[in-house]
């Protein structure tokens, strides 16, 4: 049994719980100890991080052979057409590769706390949102993808990790679950395979001074 943390990272907070330069880390919204994330998000990106004090947990989350999906809304700037989303399913070459197939859907303007600060509408007059999910975790993915394909990204929100999503939390919010590891195979049949441990809902009130929402 293992505890597993989501937090809605915000933006501009680092992915580390302390900094040299003083600039915003997950310690300024939990304070949870012996935690470490599974995975990293970009200082200028927003949404879901999983944290754990299981590394077994951590490792099976974030390893890339793993190949967990994790889902992203991302506002680029201009009208996003068909033929740029359909070359993002079909996966673009960049200058480390070509990309995996992803999927890519556009989407309507979602309802979410706006950013602070806010995108300016003069510099971005005509902007769209796009739904898209990749199986990789190179540097700056997402945000190379659609500037390869014409796209900029003006905004990037991690909503999915696998099975774990970013459902009901505001930025800077967090809840905690409690998984149940599969037990291990018994000797007289051959090993299945390994698979990630399932989610176990639990509730609980929230601290002071941090912004904490129940399963």
Not at 104 to 130: G, V, Y
Not at 141 to 168: K, S
Not at 201 to 208: G, I, M, T
Request: net charge positive.
């Amino acid at each position: 049994m293992s505890d597993l943390y989501l937090l809605h990272k915000p933006y501009r907070v680092l992915s580390q719980f302390s900094d040299t330069e003083g600039r915003p880390t997950l310690a300024d919204h939990i304070d949870i100890k012996a935690i470490y994330p599974a995975g990293r998000l970009d200082y200028d990106s927003e949404g879901l991080l999983l944290l754990s004090a299981d590394g077994a947990l951590i490792h099976r989350i974030s390893h890339p052979q793993h190949k967990q999906p994790k889902t992203y809304w991302v506002q680029v700037e201009g009208d996003i057409d068909e033929t740029a989303l359909q070359a993002l399913r079909q996966g673009v070459t960049l200058k480390d590769g070509p990309t995996r197939p992803a999927k890519a859907q556009r989407l309507n303007t979602p309802e979410i706390a706006p950013r602070q600060p806010p995108i300016d509408p003069k510099r971005h007059p005509m902007t769209s949102w796009l739904a898209l999910t990749i199986t990789e975790g190179r540097n700056r993915q997402v945000r190379r993808m659609t500037a390869h394909v014409g796209y900029p990204t003006l905004r990037l929100i991690r909503v999915a990790i696998g099975p774990w999503r970013l459902d009901g939390l505001a930025p800077g919010e967090w809840r905690r679950e409690v998984l149940h590891a599969p037990k291990p195979p018994s000797s007289k049949h051959s090993p299945s395979k390994r698979t990630l441990p399932k989610n176990a809902s639990s509730q609980h009130k929230p601290r002071q001074n941090r912004r904490k929402v129940t399963s």
